[in-house]
């Protein structure tokens, strides 16, 4: 699983700077956008190095959330320049401040229900985890008003399920 993963990761950046190089004149959103991508992969691989050296597993995790959450700023700046020809963005952004804050709340109060816990990294967990759900809604308000992002929106909500399902052993 590690090399799948780093694999796959890898490929979503090599993919994001081919289309980034294609594009004359590419939008400064895209730069963010590869930001993110990058940022989730150097992630990925902090997140697997953790069961590679166990000593030093805290580490590795407080760095893996670090760079997941950075990812998530990008794609955040990313989508807001996407969208800041719109007059209407200030809902999509205090809708998924909202939602991002009960889902975040409620995803962490059930992972103490299911015996999970985050000990040191209770507060980094919740940061990212309130990060990713607020991009997902961000990213579902905004393609609302910009049906073009409807895959981005897609592909969030897919991750969080994916994410949370695995933390929540569902």
């Known amino acids: 699983a590690f090399w799948a993963k780093l694999t796959a990761s890898a490929l979503f950046v090599v993919g994001g700077f081919i289309a980034l190089m294609m594009k004359d004149n590419a939008p400064n959103y895209m730069f963010f ?3 993110g991508l990058f940022f989730g992969m150097i992630g990925d691989l902090l997140n697997e190095l953790k069961l590679v050296y166990r000593p030093h597993e805290k580490q590795y995790m407080t760095g893996s959330l670090a760079m997941f959450g950075l990812g998530h700023v990008m794609y955040i700046i990313g989508l807001t320049m996407v969208a800041s020809a ?5 809902v999509p952004i205090f809708v998924s401040l909202a939602i991002g804050s009960v889902v975040a709340t409620i995803l962490l109060v059930n992972s103490t229900n299911v015996g999970m816990d985050f000990n040191v990294h209770k507060s980094s967990v919740f940061a ?3 990060l990713l759900s607020i991009t ?3 990213a579902v308000a905004l393609a609302v008003l910009l049906p073009a992002l409807w895959m981005f929106a897609i592909g969030m909500i897919l991750f969080l399920v994916r994410i949370k399902r695995r933390q929540l052993n569902i």
Do not use: E, G, P, R
């Open 33 to 35: 956008i590869l930001l």
């Open 136 to 138: 997902s809604a961000y």
């Open 86 to 90: 719109s007059k209407a963005i200030v």
């Open 128 to 130: 990212y985890t309130f």
